[in-house]
């Protein structure tokens, strides 16, 4: 379910019993798709999606397996049993076709964080516009303009299959809500007339599956719609409930730590000069130093070049040792994904490289041994903040092959306040909507704590109070 690419997509697990082998942690990113289970009564198997039921045993006539199929069928109509408390902490995969009638989509937005990633960063797609026969490549200023119109809560409203997409009172689109899927049948917008959307696989005006930005839409999926259910969400074509954000979010908030010093942070870097020495103290970077990562030895500027992360800490006075990445952002607050897609790619790619491979480390050094230079001003801040050049390689070898070191990543923002997600989340436990982006934050983050679970390693968020 997560909607980074760098995420592990699926994975089997196999156990006498599963409480006793997977954690909690970062579960209910994953949503079954399908699971056996064995008891007293038999050994049964079962696929969400298909709703199919099995029990092994041996061969029986047409009459026994006519009468397991009504006891089934009575049991799941009864609905008296209740769900095992393990298997609750999955999101859970929901039939569009199975939707309670009166359950009403009311927000549609796109993935505009997406589609920008995917043309400015990944350079999968562009967009192009007839001019005179000829198609032209739209400039950054243009394609920027045309994601921020595409930036929008869409409305949703209708009673029917077919649905209008309202922005500010005014019909700009429909959907169409069918038993597999939800699609995009319809998007008006002013600044998306006449645009369309190539694979950069095609020289500019050559792609023969150029289509119009509607389509593209709708053919990836790149939207996500809310329900009058607030624990529902179609997400990149699959609709799911996730019980935890209506419950308050109590697990998710324990990922986000507060820290005071970013309140008055002003840039992710700071301002540079030549006899600098260090990070300005009101930067992302200078929080960084000096208190998100107090206490370790070893801490290293990384930024920049082939970077795993903005600094990379080593603790072998602890109890565990640790390693932890940093990845420091600074921004306006917001309760959005925008801010949080590039350094929680960035973060979920770099989770390999937390063993520090020997190798790859040596191939660092020389660059760690000089100062930091930035825009062209060559400071006189060192990358080796603490620690000894001489002894570093070896204190990163203790860390490494310590049995129980610990792994950490941390993104830092100043642009993220707990109080505010904590305030959503009670919100949206009291009933009220939730903000469409919002949503896409939390599974957004949510993805980004699993996917450190997956790799062995345990994700933050340094925020605002």
Same mark, same amino acid.
């Given at each position: 379910?997560?909607?980074?690419? =760098? ?17 909690? *942690?970062?579960?209910?990113? /994953? ?11 038999? &050994? ?17 006539? /047409?009459?026994?397996?006519?009468? /397991?199929?009504?006891?089934? %069928?009575?049991?799941? *109509? ?39 990633? #995917?043309? &400015?960063? @990944? ?10 026969? &000829? &198609? ?5 200023? $243009? ?7 595409? *930036? ?7 009673? $029917? ?22 699609? +995009? ?24 599956? @150029? ?23 179609? %997400? ?8 935890? %954000? ?10 986000? @730590? ?26 992302? =970077? ?41 990845? #420091? ?23 390999? @490289?937390?063993? +520090?491979? !020997? ?32 002894? +570093?390689?070896?204190?990163? !070898? ?23 997600? $904590? ?36 994700? /933050? ?5």
């Amino acid at each position: 379910m997560s909607v980074s690419r =760098f995420a592990m997509r699926n994975k089997t697990f196999e156990a006498d019993d599963l409480r006793d082998v997977v954690g909690t *942690a970062g579960s209910n990113r /994953y949503a079954p798709q399908t699971y056996s289970v064995r008891s007293d009564t038999g &050994h049964f198997s079962t696929t969400p999606n298909t709703g199919r039921i099995a029990q092994r045993s041996d061969r029986v006539d /047409y009459e026994s397996l006519v009468d /397991y199929a009504k006891l089934v %069928i009575d049991d799941l *109509a009864d609905g008296a049993a209740v769900p095992a408390a393990f298997m609750r902490n999955f999101a859970r995969p929901i039939s569009l076709e199975h939707l309670d009638d009166n359950t009403r989509p009311v927000i549609l937005a796109v993935d505009v964080a997406g589609i920008g990633e #995917a043309i &400015h960063d @990944r350079r999968d797609i562009r967009l192009v516009r007839d001019v005179g026969g &000829h &198609h032209v490549a739209l400039s950054n200023v $243009e394609v920027d303009a045309i994601l921020t119109d595409l *930036a929008t809560a869409f409305n949703v409203q209708g009673d $029917e299959k077919l649905l209008e997409l309202l922005r500010e009172g005014e019909r700009v689109g429909a959907i169409a809500l069918n038993k597999s899927r939800i699609a +995009l049948r319809d998007l008006q917008l002013p600044l998306c007339a006449e645009v369309e959307v190539e694979s950069c696989d095609h020289p500019l005006g050559q792609d023969p599956d @150029r289509m119009t930005i509607r389509r593209y839409l709708d053919r990836t999926d790149s939207f996500i719609v809310l329900f009058d259910q607030l624990n529902l969400a179609y %997400i990149h074509g699959t609709l799911f409930r996730d019980d935890a %954000i209506v419950g308050g979010g109590a697990t998710f908030l324990r990922y986000l @730590r507060p820290e005071a010093l970013l309140v008055p942070v002003t840039s992710e870097k700071g301002a540079f000069t030549v006899p600098q020495t260090t990070f300005d103290a009101d930067s992302t =970077f200078g929080v960084v130093i000096a208190r998100v990562a107090d206490g370790d030895d070893v801490l290293v500027c990384d930024d920049l070049g082939d970077e795993w992360a903005d600094f990379i800490g080593v603790n072998n006075g602890s109890t565990p040792p640790r390693i932890t990445f940093y990845h #420091a952002k600074h921004g306006p607050l917001s309760l959005g994904a925008s801010p949080f897609h590039v350094s929680v790619s960035q973060a979920m790619k770099n989770l390999r @490289r937390m063993n +520090l491979a !020997a190798d790859e480390i040596e191939q660092k050094m020389a660059g760690w041994q000089t100062t930091y230079n930035n825009d062209g001003v060559a400071t006189s801040i060192p990358r080796i903040i603490r620690g000894d050049a001489a002894t +570093l390689q070896d204190e990163i !070898a203790r860390a490494r092959i310590a049995p129980d070191t610990t792994r950490r990543v941390f993104i830092v923002t100043s642009s993220l306040s707990r109080q505010a997600v $904590e305030n959503a989340l009670a919100a949206i436990a009291g009933g009220e909507a939730p903000d469409p982006y919002f949503v896409q934050l939390y599974w957004l983050l949510s993805s980004f704590f699993s996917a450190c679970t997956d790799m062995n390693a345990n994700g /933050y968020v340094s925020c605002r109070p």
